[in-house]
């Protein structure tokens, strides 16, 4: 099992930041590949990016390329996602998963987090 507890959300005005954090609890948390989720009222969770196991390698969705970065810290069990320029169509809950599976581009994930609202004003 693993425990996944995002924070960090909160309200920002477009063009603004902010970074996402996930910490881990459970197995080992460097044999998941991490992925950030987002879910819009009354849209479908989105896949946002992903990061592998040593977090060499990222993958991102189109529409936040070259504005978020995912990293993560595996001696303190902690993913982020640091979010810039952002913009009113970001705003959604985020969700931290993890994945078993060590392909970046992989669509299984096995643990989720609660989700933390982040929310851009025009």
């Known amino acids: 099992q693993v425990q996944l507890v995002e924070s960090g959300g909160g309200s920002v005005q477009a063009g603004g930041s902010l970074r996402l954090s996930c910490a881990a609890s459970?197995?080992?948390?460097?044999?998941?590949?991490m992925g950030w989720f987002r879910q819009a009222p009354g849209k479908k969770r989105e896949f946002v990016g992903s990061i592998s196991l040593s977090g060499s390698g990222t993958y991102y969705v189109d529409s936040v390329k070259g504005r978020f970065t995912i990293s993560r810290d595996n001696a303190k069990n902690t993913v982020y996602l640091q979010m810039n320029s952002l913009k009113p169509e970001d705003t959604a809950v985020y969700y931290c998963?993890?994945?078993?599976?060590?392909?970046?581009?992989?669509?299984?994930?096995?643990?989720w987090g609660q989700g933390t609202q982040v929310t851009v004003s025009s």
């Open positions: 998963a993890a994945s078993s599976r060590v392909r970046i581009r992989t669509t299984t994930y096995d643990y």
């Open positions: 459970g197995r080992t948390f460097s044999s998941y590949t």
